[in-house]
């Protein structure tokens, strides 16, 4: 591989062979045990807010990097630093982005960073666009909101990001939260939210710089805290809600990395390696 570490996060114990045959680094997230320790990554050493797991999801991982490894591990410029997960992994082919095997899976997993990305300085998912998604899933998640609007329902160009936010994570929330940025942040992230029909999902990136990586780190994290007093962690109720600091996270990654590096976009393939390894 081509100066190239990939994080590969999962919560079953038993990935860490596959895992490893790609070349990734384990990273073992959630309750269950994780043995023979020094062969995975978590969140549960050093400075740490693993007991967040639940409401921040992957960021728990991100925050130990953060904070126990970036500064002491890893060069400071052109070392790529990626991360995926045990269902969702890059590839940079698009013909088949839904494997019905792991067979079909392993040839299409991102082994080195291609040369056509040497020009940019961080990879995001290719865009989910949420005014494609079918009508009815809207009406299912949000009779309410569209009684209200209607319009959202013909008018493709109202389906944005604060749509989908208000739809699935709490009517307003996303407002609330961007009340919380920095100046430097809130009005153009607000911009953001309501005129982009896209996002890049899965809270997948790959960053050429750790510096970069710190800068976002260190705007993400103190924003989410302050979110925290916003809206606690016993009053979320249903999942949409519960992780609802996973969902800010998501929104807000593709708006500062697009506002403040040079980024290109990459596949993501989805197969749920459980299926297999049991």
């Avoid at 490893?20 to 969140?43: A, C, M, R, S």
């Avoid at 890059?90 to 997993?109: A, Q």
Wanted: glycine share 4%.
């Amino acid at each position: 591989m081509n100066n190239f570490k990939m994080f590969c996060i999962t919560l079953e114990p038993n990935h860490q062979n596959f895992i490893k045959e790609l070349g990734y680094i384990p990273v073992g997230l959630g309750e269950k045990n994780f043995h023979n320790i020094d062969q995975w990554f978590t969140d549960k050493s050093g400075i740490n807010i693993s007991q967040k797991n639940k409401n921040y999801g992957e960021y728990t991982f991100h925050y130990w990097l953060w904070k126990n490894y970036l500064d002491s591990n890893l060069d400071s410029e052109n070392t790529w630093i990626g991360f995926c997960q045990y269902r969702k992994f890059w590839s940079i082919r698009n013909d088949n982005l839904l494997p019905n095997s792991m067979e079909e899976l392993k040839p299409l997993i991102l082994k080195e960073i291609p040369k056509s990305y040497d020009d940019c300085e961080v990879i995001l998912g290719d865009p989910y666009f949420i005014n494609q998604l079918k009508i009815m899933k809207f009406l299912k998640h949000g009779f309410k909101l569209i009684a209200k609007k209607p319009s959202y329902l013909f008018d493709k160009n109202k389906r944005n990001i604060k749509f989908h936010f208000d739809l699935m994570h709490g009517y307003k929330n996303l407002d609330k939260a961007t009340e919380l940025l920095e100046k430097n942040d809130r009005s153009d992230f607000n911009e953001f939210v309501n005129s982009k029909t896209y996002f890049n999902p899965q809270n997948m990136f790959i960053c050429k710089s750790k510096e970069i990586l710190k800068n976002y780190y260190s705007t993400l994290f103190p924003w989410l805290e302050r979110c925290e007093k916003l809206f606690n962690f016993e009053n979320l109720k249903t999942f949409g809600q519960i992780r609802i600091y996973t969902f800010l996270a998501e929104r807000f990654m593709s708006y500062w990395f697009q506002k403040n590096t040079k980024s290109k976009t990459m596949p993501i393939v989805f197969y749920d390696i459980r299926k297999d390894l049991k």
